[in-house]
């Protein structure tokens, strides 16, 4: 079935799709429209799940915790400063193996207070135990619930399903909704080997002296580290079924590049529309589209750019006093590896601000005139 929706609405069927059992909710623009659509599945019966109405974000991945301790599959969504206010059960979700599936609408941070686009809020949130999934279409939205749940359940480990404030979020595509039948057999449901029943009592999140926590933090960590292969497998297991592979990144013209740029979210598609106008007027450039960011994709992002003399990195967030994040982090993965390009990192877009064609052939106009990079950040749009 083909439907046109918007972005909010794709991060629903996908839950839907995917017979999430709890579905906890608090509004926040720009992610209401999730929930909101949520609610109305759960009254009319269209989804079988619980609905929970909370009282703030925290409550809500509180609930969300407490349900997929008792082993159901579970779901919520939000944005901005709810995500914020999320921290500290995010830590708990993480540490404590739980696999919900969160959407996250990426909206900029305040003050000053803003409900456009950038990527700072989920970005702040790396270390906390999640995988992040960055789409850059409605349909992909759709697609990566279904596999975020499949990966999150076989690792368990949580994982946000990422999109831009408006330029997705609000805005109407085509979207081809997988059949339900389908995603039944690609997406069987959860039973997690324990969970908390009266038939056989457990304790979670007891307390840990050091005798055990770092073991703890250890397989967390070695889990996260089959995620790119998992995620690989489970998205080539997705195309056999719907046609459409998912994988860690989508690279556009690389194979012949000389000049790439790396980028995430819907500024990876405007990319791939100046790489086509660079490569008329002769310039052999590529788009390298980071489609999950945690795990990192290294051998990915390194196959890519070994293969290229020049590589700009765009990002639409900032680490204070230490530049752009998708620019740390591939260089990261390219230190001291021989073959490597010249990296150059860019920021650009925050606070909704447009990242367009000319943005694009304006960063690559300057990376190219340069030898390496100069300065560990190049602003791209600022009205000084």
């Not at 591939?330 to 601000?353: D, E, F, H, Q, T």
């Amino acid at each position: 079935m083909k439907k046109v929706m918007m972005g909010n609405h794709a991060l629903s069927y996908g839950a839907m799709l995917s017979r999430a059992q709890v579905i906890s909710a608090y509004p926040i623009t720009p992610q209401t429209q999730v929930v909101e659509l949520l609610s109305e599945m759960c009254s009319d019966g269209t989804l079988n799940a619980q609905f929970i109405k909370v009282e703030s974000e925290h409550s809500a991945m509180a609930s969300c915790i407490g349900a997929s301790v008792a082993g159901a599959r579970t779901f919520t969504a939000t944005s901005s400063q709810g995500l914020a206010l999320m921290h500290e059960m995010l830590h708990w979700a993480g540490g404590g193996r739980h696999p919900i599936v969160m959407g996250n609408v990426n909206r900029s941070m305040a003050p000053g207070w803003s409900i456009w686009a950038d990527q700072n809020d989920s970005l702040s949130q790396r270390d906390t135990g999640w995988m992040q999934f960055y789409c850059a279409s409605n349909q992909e939205v759709v697609d990566t619930v279904i596999q975020a749940f499949k990966v999150a359940e076989a690792l368990m480990i949580p994982a946000m399903v990422i999109l831009d404030a408006f330029a997705l979020s609000h805005t109407y595509e085509v979207v081809d909704v997988p059949d339900q039948g389908l995603v039944d057999k690609y997406l069987p449901p959860f039973k997690p080997a324990i969970k908390l029943t009266p038939a056989d009592p457990r304790a979670f999140g007891g307390l840990t002296g050091a005798e055990h926590y770092m073991e703890l933090r250890y397989k967390l960590e070695t889990d996260m580290e089959k995620a790119p292969a998992l995620i690989e497998e489970t998205g080539r297991e997705f195309g056999k079924i719907f046609g459409r592979d998912l994988g860690l990144v989508d690279p556009y013209r690389c194979d012949d590049a000389d000049f790439i740029f790396v980028t995430s979210g819907t500024a990876g598609f405007t990319a791939r529309v100046a790489v086509d106008e660079l490569r008329k007027s002769g310039v052999k450039a590529g788009n390298l589209r980071i489609k999950v960011f945690r795990p990192f994709p290294f051998e990915r992002v390194r196959e890519v750019l070994g293969k290229v003399k020049k590589a700009a990195v765009v990002d639409r967030n900032c680490s204070y006093g230490a530049g752009g994040i998708f620019y740390q982090e591939v260089k990261s993965a390219i230190y001291g590896r021989p073959g490597m390009p010249p990296l150059i990192g860019y920021i650009a877009g925050l606070g909704g601000r447009d990242i367009t064609t000319d943005s694009f052939k304006e960063i690559a106009a300057d990376a190219m005139a340069k030898d390496r990079a100069e300065e560990e950040i190049v602003w791209i749009g600022v009205k000084k």
